[in-house]
Nanobody, 123 residues
Framework: QVQLAESGGGLVQTGGSVRLSCAASGGTFGRLAMGWFRQAPGKEREFVAAIDWNGSTTRVTDSMKGRVTISRDHANKLVYLQMNSLKPEDTAVYYC????????????????WGQGTQVTVSS
């Protein structure tokens, strides 16, 4: 059973940056693909970015391309989401998720989830 814990959220001004972290435990991190999703109030949880088990393949949602980088640290079992040039519409709870090996953009493909971390972008 994989446990995931996000951190790094908070209040940031429009145009600012934030780096979210996700710590994984309880599983074989080297065999996990990791994803980030977000959910704004009243909206569906949506895909943000994902990275495969060895970091060779990444995916980023079109609305955030050029502003978001996903990376992983195998030694410390961490996944990062660096977000730049933030906009008020990026305000959401950001969730870390894991699945076996391969990248997916569908939340239904990820069986393990963290509790989420709030990111609020002020205008």
């Amino acid at each position: 059973q994989v446990q995931l814990a996000e951190s790094g959220g908070g209040l940031v001004q429009t145009g600012g940056s934030v780096r979210l972290s996700c710590a994984a435990s309880g599983g074989t991190f080297g065999r996990l693909a990791m994803g980030w999703f977000r959910q704004a109030p009243g909206k569906e949880r949506e895909f943000v970015a994902a990275i495969d088990w060895n970091g060779s393949t990444t995916r980023v949602t079109d609305s955030m391309k050029g502003r978001v980088t996903i990376s992983r640290d195998h030694a410390n079992k961490l996944v990062y989401l660096q977000m730049n040039s933030l906009k008020p519409e990026d305000t959401a709870v950001y969730y870390c998720a894991s699945r076996i090996l391969w990248v997916s953009t569908s939340r239904d493909d990820f069986p393990s989830w963290g509790q989420g971390t709030q990111v609020t972008v002020s205008s």
